[in-house]
Every structure is written in structure tokens, then in C-alpha cells.
């Protein structure tokens, strides 16, 4: 499997559930390395997006490709972390149990444990009962199964809701270090202060992708002083050079 290209390559991605058309024909790619945001609204259609993106979602049609192979290969499974919206761990088991399985899952070794919790602030709470934490703790529970192993590609579904402004400071720069070494983030977010923090920024809104820039040529694009304001004028008809009409 080449290394070379985009870690993502979609074309004309659509996605039906129940009689409606959900994503109206995306393209885009995301390149290796790299932290892309996938901002926009609730309801747009990030989590959708996200999910055709590691193949647990029905009814997609188009071209989806990831590191190099079919969006949903067999081969995928332990070159992508994936961590969705509502926490994927078991409530019942301790941190460090959750953590030690899941590594078994993914054939990570055994060290790994210790490294991703360091990475999300939670060795402190490791012998805790996930039940027993709070919601931005669980969140990061969460985003610890997806590390292990180191995955070429992590994708994000909102990581930083919930928590303090420190921890999410920390998270982005270890986002930004992996990325350094390798790997890529696909990051998905409805606050648009986050933009600040990726590389390049995919704006979807009712499941159209209405924007794929980097901050500052969506800046200069739209003469706006923010992101915020970037979205508002595309959307509302100010669209520009790198934005979708």
C-alpha cells in the first residue's frame, strides 16, 4: 500500500437515509500529515461525513478513499482511531481495563496504555470506573482507544466538547505533534474558534461542503476578521475563490 497521496479522497460523495439526501455530492481530499477541521453547524452532516469516512455508514454512494484503499476495508481497521460524538467504552471496567482491551483489539503493545493515557491527562484516574468520571473524562477515555497503536489516520467527531480550555490547548498541540510525525486528524467541531488550530478547514453546511481553504485564504476570500465570519458571508451568498457556491 503506497504512503504517497492524499490520506482522503472523496468524490461526489452522496449519503441517503430514508428518502432524503443527506451529503450532496462532497469532494475533497485531506492530506498526510495534516490536521484538517471539519467545521460547521449541528445537523450539517459532519458525522455523517465522518462516519462513510471509516465505512459504518449505509447508503453512500460516490468515490471514497482512504489511505491509499475503499473507505471500509478490512485493512483500514487498525490504521484508523475513530472516536464519535458519545463515548465508545465500556462503563463498568476502570480506565486502564478499558484501555488494556482495546489495545488487544488493535494489536497495540502493552506500553501503549500508559502512553495515551499521559497524552489525554488521565493516569491520575487509570484505576477509576469509567462510571464513575465525569462526562469530559469519559470524552477522553474515549480518545485514548482511539490513539493506541498510533493509527495512520485519527478521526475526530467533536474530541474537545466539554472540556477546560487547558486541556484543550494541550490536545491540539499533541494533534499538531503526531501530525508532525506522521499521522493525520481529521477534527470535526460546531465551534468555530477551532479553526485556528488546523491546517486547512473543510466548512459543511446542510450537508453541502460550502468552503475548503485554510483560515487565512478563506480570511482574504470573504475580507472577514474571523472564521465565523467567513461562514456567515460564504453562506449568505459572498462565496469566493476556494469556496463552494
Not at 3 to 28: I, M, N, Q
Not at 61 to 67: F, N, Q, Y
Not at 83 to 112: I, K, S
Not at 158 to 164: I, K, N, Q
Request: charged share 20%.
Amino acid at each position: 500500500m503506497s504512503s504517497s497521496g492524499p490520506a482522503v479522497k472523496v468524490a461526489d460523495l452522496r449519503v441517503v437515509r430514508g428518502r432524503r439526501e443527506v451529503l450532496h455530492g462532497l469532494t475533497f481530499e485531506v492530506a498526510r500529515g495534516s490536521v484538517t477541521g471539519l467545521l460547521g453547524p449541528s445537523g450539517g452532516g459532519k458525522t455523517t461525513l465522518m462516519r462513510a469516512l471509516v465505512g459504518v455508514q449505509a447508503k453512500v454512494t460516490g468515490s471514497v478513499e482512504v489511505l491509499g484503499v475503499v473507505a471500509g476495508a478490512a485493512q483500514l481497521r487498525r490504521r484508523i482511531g475513530y472516536v464519535t460524538q458519545a463515548p465508545a467504552v465500556y462503563t463498568d471496567l476502570t480506565v486502564r481495563e478499558n484501555l488494556r482491551y482495546f489495545a488487544t483489539v488493535v494489536g497495540a503493545p502493552r506500553g501503549d496504555v500508559e502512553r495515551v493515557l499521559a497524552v489525554v491527562d488521565l493516569a491520575g484516574s487509570a484505576q477509576t470506573r469509567v462510571d464513575q468520571l465525569s462526562g469530559g473524562q469519559r470524552s477522553r477515555v474515549s480518545l485514548a482507544t482511539a490513539l493506541l497503536g498510533s493509527p495512520e489516520l485519527l478521526v475526530l467527531d467533536e474530541p474537545t466538547v466539554g472540556l477546560d480550555p487547558v486541556l484543550r490547548r494541550d490536545l491540539w498541540a499533541t494533534f499538531h505533534r503526531l501530525a508532525d510525525a506522521g499521522s493525520t486528524f481529521l477534527v470535526s467541531s460546531h465551534v468555530m474558534d477551532e479553526a485556528t488550530r488546523c491546517d486547512r478547514l473543510l466548512l459543511v453546511r446542510d450537508g453541502e461542503l460550502v468552503a475548503d481553504d485554510t483560515e487565512a485564504g478563506l480570511l482574504a476570500t470573504t475580507g472577514s476578521s474571523d472564521v465565523e465570519q467567513a461562514f456567515l458571508a460564504i453562506v449568505e451568498g459572498g462565496a469566493g475563490p476556494g469556496a463552494r457556491p
